[in-house]
């Protein structure tokens, strides 16, 4: 199958466990007194957060500000209200997304895309800015919530305090993507190739922020989904009900002729082709007792989701690498438990390729998750 990004293998696995467990144990060389003075503050609220999820969440902020802060620092108040006005109305109307949608990628690429290449300073005014940039791309919903709780921290702090725990943070986000790029580059080897035809292909359409990430990105939502795997799974398998989400890209040579009916969370398959990925999956319901759902969009994954099953349910997300961290903070969010299986590489033609191809996971790796 063409890598178009990505192209994992059963390797990957082994590769990503300890590449992971490598960062987490060398984040405090770099972060020790942030990480316990945020984790003592956040538990009093939330005592769900663990000390690898403030780690996860420290390479967040880095990654984040070294790639889009200088997209981020002069977005106009103005702007800011018309594309909020944007993101509101699709995430609220579904099915205004036909005629939303080149409405919102006209304004990202012309508002969210330039660059100010001068001198930035770290700040907590310029902080507030990235993270009300990463809520207006409509790409960050989940992430930007979880990371506007550093902004109460970060009051806490002066100004020079909070310019020492930036600049730290950035230090160990360079740590992190030098590694990265050593040890996780073989399995994102052509998203260069691709960034490079998405600026064309893509321009103006609302997934050029997307289809232009940076490998950084893949990198930090592989190790992300690495770490949450770890800290939602003791929570996950106390769950009575678990279900797995997997994406319509899955559908063989994604049919037109599916005869999938409509369900509770999505479409449930029938099994109308045997050697559909999807198919393969659902025909283990009843002996492993789990439900399966196909999904054509994550924002309408929880639409119907009930008060009880955010006390028994837990869910695998099965999903591209992008969504990783998106989707596991969605699913925190309404209370549910998640673990993440990778499409071992992308194929759906409405980001990724023009024909479109059928997408597969390692049936080993959602057989451990289970």
């Not at 996860?56 to 200088?70: C, K, P």
């Not at 398998?237 to 797995?244: C, D, E, F, G, V």
């Amino acid at each position: 199958m063409k890598t178009i990004t990505y192209n994992i293998n059963p390797e990957y696995y082994d590769t990503i466990t300890k590449h992971t467990k490598k960062i987490i144990q060398t984040a405090p060389s770099y972060l020790d007194n942030t990480i316990n003075e945020y984790h003592t503050y956040i538990t009093t609220k939330d005592k769900t957060r663990k000390k690898e999820d403030i780690i996860l969440e420290t390479l967040m902020i880095g990654v984040y500000w070294t790639e889009h802060i200088t997209q981020a620092i002069n977005v106009k108040k103005q702007e800011k209200t018309l594309l909020n006005l944007v993101i509101e109305l699709r995430d609220n109307h579904p099915s205004l997304k036909i005629i939303i949608n080149p409405i919102k990628g006209y304004l990202t690429e012309k508002y969210l895309i330039t660059k100010d290449n001068n001198h930035i300073e770290l700040s907590l005014e310029n902080y507030v800015k990235l993270l009300t940039w990463m809520k207006i791309t409509g790409e960050y919903k989940y992430q930007e919530k979880i990371l506007r709780d550093w902004i109460n921290f970060f009051n806490t702090k002066t100004k020079p305090e909070i310019k020492e725990i930036l600049e730290n943070i950035i230090k160990f986000t360079k740590y992190f993507q030098e590694r990265s790029q050593n040890t996780l580059h073989e399995y994102t080897p052509n998203v260069n190739n691709f960034i490079k035809k998405s600026k064309i292909e893509h321009k103006n359409k609302e997934d050029i922020i997307m289809c232009t990430k940076n490998e950084i990105e893949y990198h930090l939502n592989m190790t992300g989904a690495e770490i949450m795997n770890k800290t939602f799974k003791d929570n996950y398998q106390k769950r009575t009900k678990k279900t797995i989400l997997v994406p319509s890209c899955m559908k063989f040579q994604n049919s037109k002729n599916c005869q999938a009916k409509k369900g509770k969370l999505g479409d449930i398959c029938t099994q109308c082709t045997t050697n559909c990925p999807i198919a393969q999956i659902t025909k283990k319901e009843e002996t492993e007792n789990f439900k399966v759902y196909i999904i054509y969009h994550g924002s309408t994954a929880f639409k119907n989701i009930t008060k009880q099953d955010k006390k028994e349910m837990g869910i695998i997300g099965i999903t591209c690498i992008l969504n990783l961290i998106e989707g596991g903070l969605q699913a925190k969010s309404i209370n549910i438990p998640a673990q993440c299986v990778l499409l071992n590489y992308v194929g759906c033609k409405t980001h990724w390729d023009n024909q479109g191809f059928t997408t597969q996971i390692n049936n080993n790796e959602l057989k451990k998750r289970l």
